[in-house]
């Protein structure tokens, strides 16, 4: 992250998806536009940063959550390089 971790928030989770240790953009547009696909909103990261952002504010729901990381899991066995 390009954010101090002082300054940080826990409750807005930033990464990067990355081939070969390289951010790769064209592999987060995709995890974002499969993500929208399932109903999972507002992943996108900042615009002038890029990456992923998930929000988990108090109205987060346990079950949106589980639904995302499902989702994550999947999409590293479909993407990862063997």
Do not use: C, W
Not at 46 to 71: D, Q
């Amino acid at each position: 992250s390009n954010v101090d971790t002082k300054y940080r928030s826990r409750l807005n989770v930033v990464f990067r998806l990355q081939k070969q240790g390289v951010p790769d953009e064209v592999l987060e547009k995709k995890f974002v536009q499969q993500a929208t696909e399932r109903g999972l909103i507002g992943l996108a990261g900042h615009r002038s940063v890029g990456g992923i952002r998930v929000s988990i504010y108090n109205a987060a729901s346990l079950e949106g959550v589980t639904k995302l990381v499902e989702f994550m899991k999947q999409f590293e066995q479909q993407n990862s390089q063997q």
